[in-house]
């Protein structure tokens, strides 16, 4: 069980970790299993037509000491709209959000909690010097990262390195007042998310992270396609 309050950081007891759980039966029980040191709560958002949310319930009915919430839907909200649906069921003063296929550890959601002291928002990276990379991906999607990259920056005029890592954390009192004008729900949301909040004049760092790419993404070369539609609409509208 990791400290609920360190020295330098937070409580998790303020902290929310929201988790998209699209058709994940084949490995939420492990994901699971690793968040189980989490103090705070933990919303899963299942809109999926597998045994996620069935597996999820089970496991918070085994383990009535963790803070699990499963929210279900029965049509597709997409990651961002997922996301969006966890951070409006927060009622913490900290919200965070992470990928289920464990890529990230709950470690290390905890060090970007811990930013949240001096910071409205904290966004791991796997880019910026400092960053652990225990699985790459593979060539190809590395290309594919970088060339995003460049077109957020052209397109948006944010200076991240990374803007598609799955682990973000944020005060809530700066999600509250820009959720309302989030239009995205699919992988182009981060993007969103990170630009209305530079508009809001919101402070969010980026913070190196130790990552390892799971095989198993569900980022596919339409998903890609969409993505790159779904940022021009959205900055030339």
């Given at each position: ?19 998209p ?88 959601m ?30 190809r ?42 239009r ?36 596919m ?10 940022m ?6």
């Amino acid at each position: 069980m990791l400290n609920d309050t360190r020295a330098d950081g937070v409580n998790q007891t303020d902290c929310t970790l929201v988790i998209p759980a699209y058709n994940e039966e084949r490995r939420i029980q492990s994901l699971l299993r690793d968040l189980s040191g989490f103090a705070g709560d933990l919303v899963f958002v299942c809109d999926g037509t597998d045994a996620t949310a069935e597996i999820i319930k089970a496991f918070a009915a085994e383990h009535p000491d963790l803070r699990i919430r499963c929210l279900t839907f029965q049509t597709r909200l997409g990651k961002g709209g997922g996301v969006v649906a966890g951070m409006k069921a927060a009622t913490t003063p900290f919200v965070g959000y992470m990928d289920a296929d464990g890529s990230t550890a709950l470690s290390e959601m905890v060090r970007l909690f811990d930013r949240l002291t001096t910071s409205d928002g904290a966004i791991g990276s796997r880019w910026v010097p400092g960053s652990i990379l225990e699985v790459k991906q593979g060539l190809r999607r590395r290309i594919e990262s970088r060339l995003f990259n460049l077109l957020v920056r052209l397109l948006f005029g944010l200076d991240y390195r990374d803007t598609q890592c799955g682990a973000k954390a944020f005060r809530r009192e700066a999600l509250e007042p820009v959720l309302p004008s989030l239009r995205s729900t699919g992988f182009e949301f981060d993007v969103e998310l990170l630009w209305r909040l530079r508009q809001a004049g919101r402070r969010v760092e980026e913070v190196p992270i130790t990552w390892a790419n799971r095989d198993e993404s569900k980022v596919m070369i339409s998903d890609a396609k969409e993505m790159l539609l779904g940022m021009i609409r959205l900055r030339f509208g």
